[in-house]
């Protein structure tokens, strides 16, 4: 039963809600090759992390980085699905919905690769110099 007293749909446990989730994440990293982009590089951000020796306050802003990225991919590739179901033919709508939300992946990419240079960059410079 809902709030206001009529039937809604069954409860699903919290392990069904969990296990749906990683289906969905499933989908998004075996559906779509930009999603499967990102990995290596976040491995290669976590390698490089790792290798200088960051402090927690940074390996949580490069984490954070890593998350946003990834979470920004799997929205896209959700709006994307959703787009694939509905097609009835070019829509501008539709167009401009999945072309908002390849920007907001722009977006935390660019957030990341900046908060990538602050971190890593003074250490690399370092290194070299």
């Known amino acids: ?10 409860k699903r446990s ?3 809600k969990f296990g749906d989730a990683f289906r969905g994440l499933f989908h998004a990293v075996s559906s779509e090759w930009s999603f499967a982009a990102h990995l290596p590089v976040a491995l290669a951000a976590v390698a490089l992390a790792a290798w200088l020796g960051i402090d927690r306050v940074e390996w949580c802003l490069v984490t954070l980085a890593i998350g946003a990225v990834l979470a920004a991919e799997v929205f896209n590739t959700s709006i994307e699905s959703l787009a694939r179901a509905l097609d009835s033919g070019p829509d501008p709508r539709i167009r401009d919905a999945l072309d908002t939300a390849s920007a907001a992946v722009l977006v935390t990419v660019g957030t990341a690769i900046i908060v990538g240079l602050v971190i890593f960059a003074p250490r690399l410079v370092a290194l070299v110099w």
């Open 14 to 16: 919290w392990l069904r």
């Open 1 to 10: 039963m809902s709030a206001d007293g009529r039937p809604g749909p069954p």
